[in-house]
């Protein structure tokens, strides 16, 4: 669903540029579509990142450590992500309740609710709430808690985890 916000978000700003300058017409909901499309690319591409170990992250202290410091450094690294996910979780619910509570709309396409895209944000952090608790049980029970592909090595980061 990321991937077909990404292309979603690339077409509407080609045809956003198009109609401003070809044909003088600008539309004048197209950057805040567009900009809804990036919070959805975010929210539902964040937990598989994590899952994958692909977000962004600074390892240096993890590949100098031996196996019992790793395998610390690891869970505490996925239980900030967890306490992070549950305050963006939190937030999000309260953000959409206040949202639906005021009648938020769209500035320019006033028929949309802004609480319906707003939802997105708890979604996806619930979501990578989910991951990181299964990449805890997963650590607690002496395995990687980053999920291989199937057809690829590991990237050597959790390596003697074990």
Known sequence: ?????????????????????????????????????????????????????????VDLLIEKSGPRLRRALVALGVA???????????????????????????????????WTVQTLVPLGSALMLV???AQLVAIAAGRDPFLAEADKESDGITRGIE
Do not use: H, K
């Open 80 to 114: 900030m992500v967890a306490a992070c996910a549950l305050m963006m979780t939190w937030q999000g619910v309260e953000m959409v309740q206040f949202s639906r509570m005021l009648d938020l709309r769209s500035n320019t396409l006033g028929s949309v609710a802004v």
């Open 1 to 57: 669903m990321a991937a077909l916000a990404v292309l979603a978000c690339f077409f509407l700003v080609c045809y956003s540029v198009a109609m401003r300058y070809f044909f003088g017409s600008p539309l004048t909901w197209g950057d805040e579509v567009t900009g809804w499309l990036i919070v959805a690319v975010v929210m539902l591409a964040v937990a598989d990142a994590q899952r994958r170990n692909e977000n962004i992250g």
């Open 131 to 133: 991951v990181a608790l």
